[in-house]
C-alpha cells in the first residue's frame, strides 16, 4: 500500500511531514460509495490555515492540514457516474453533499450533511467536520459527481495548472466577497488586506467593472506586489491616523468614501488607523464601517472563529470582539459573512483563466514548492512574505509537460 505524506499540526507553529497512510473510501462511520480517491497535483497554503497554525482555533494535535486541492482522479466509487479515472479536477474546500435543502440552493457552504458537529464542512480545517486534510499526497473527496469540476482538456488544464489551482478557495473566496460587496461597473472599491485573498479580490472587482480599487495593508511588501500585480491603488495603513484620509487623496476632494467594501482579513487584522484597540480584532470591519458610503455593501470573506484561544480578551476569546455595531446600523450597512460557496462560481472563474481573461497566478506571484518544504513555507507565510505557496506533492508541476503522456496510467 502506497504512503501517504501529509501536513500535521502538532500545536502552533508547528507543523510537521508524517505519513498518515492511504485513504479510505469510508467517513463518519460508514462506507463513501460515492467518493474518489485523488492523487494531489496541487495542494495550496491558505491565509485561513495561519489561524490553526497560530493556535487561533480548536483544531485538535495530529490533524491534517489543507483545504485547497486539485488532482488526478485514480481511484472511484461504484455510485460515482459522471466523473472518470484519469480526470483532472478542481475540489471546492466545501463539503457538500448535493441533496439537502441548502445545496440545492447552491449554499455548499452550510451543508447539513457533513459534519456531525454543525452544518458547513471543510477539508482539513477546525470545526468543520472529519475530512482529511488535503495537504499530502492522496486524498478521499465524497459526494465526487456534485462536488469536482472536472477540466475539459487535460492538456491545457495543465498549461495553466497555477492558475486552475486557486479555483478550489482563494480565487471564487475574492470573487466571492466582491459580488457581496456589490461591485459592479463604475464602482470604488476598499480592500481592507493585501494577502492571497485581497488579491483575489483585487482581480475579481476588476473583472466585474470596477473603476478603482484601494487596497490597505500595514505590509509594504504585500502592497507592492498587489499593486504590480493588479494596477489598483494601494495605501499603507500605518501612515494614517484616519484611512478615510487615504480615500480622499485617492478619489479627490470631499470624497472620504467608498462605495463597496471588502475584508479580506477577518479576526487577525490589527493595525488598520484610529480603529486600533488593544482588546478586540475587529479593525477590518471598523475600517470598512468607516470608510463605506451609507447603505453601502460589505463582502466580509475574512475568517471569523467562534472560539480564539488567543482572542485579545474575554468576549473576543468566546468570538465576540467588540465592533462598531451602533455606527453600522446607523449607516445602514449591508453585511453579507461565511465562507464562499465555491461551486457557485468555480466554472465561470475556470473559463475566464481558460480563455486568458485573467492570470490569477500570476497576480498572486505563486510558487511551488515540495510538499517537504511546507513546514518552512509555513513559518515565513506566517510572517506575512509576499507570496502563495503551492505545494506539489508529487513533482509533477514542475514537469507538467511529462503528466500528458501518463495520465491515463495514473496507478498509486
Known sequence: MAENNAVVYKGPCNVVIEDIGFPKMEAMGRLITHGVILKILATNICGSD??????????????????????????????????DIGDVVSVPFNVACG??????????????????????????????????GGQAEYVMVPYADFNLLKFPDPDQAMEKIQDLALLSDVFPTGFHGAVTAGVGVGATVYIAGAGPVGIAAAVSSYLLGAACVIVGDYNQDRLNLVKVGTGCETVNIANYECIADAIEEILGKGVR?????????????????HNFRDDDSTDALDTLVDVTRHAGDLGIVGVYMPIDPQGRGKNAKMGRPAFEWGRAWDKGLNFHNGQVPVGRYNRQLMNAILFDRVQI??????????????????NVFEQGMARKFILDPHNMLQHATDYISERTAVAV
Open 99 to 132: 441533496r439537502c435543502f441548502n445545496c440545492k440552493e447552491q449554499k455548499t457552504q452550510v451543508c447539513v450533511n457533513v459534519n456531525p458537529k454543525k452544518p458547513g464542512g471543510a477539508y482539513g480545517y477546525a470545526e468543520m467536520g472529519p475530512w482529511q
Open 50 to 83: 495561519l489561524h490553526m497554525y497560530r493556535g487561533r482555533t480548536d483544531i485538535p494535535p495530529n490533524s491534517t492540514l489543507g483545504h485547497e486541492i486539485t488532482g488526478i482522479v485514480i481511484e472511484k466509487g461504484p455510485d460515482v457516474e459522471f466523473i
Open 361 to 378: 497566478a500570476k497576480a498572486m506571484h505563486t510558487t511551488v514548492i515540495s510538499l517537504s518544504e511546507a513546514p518552512y513555507a509555513y
Open 257 to 273: 468614501q467608498v462605495d463597496c467594501g471588502i475584508d479580506a482579513i477577518g479576526y487577525e487584522a490589527h493595525g488598520h488607523g
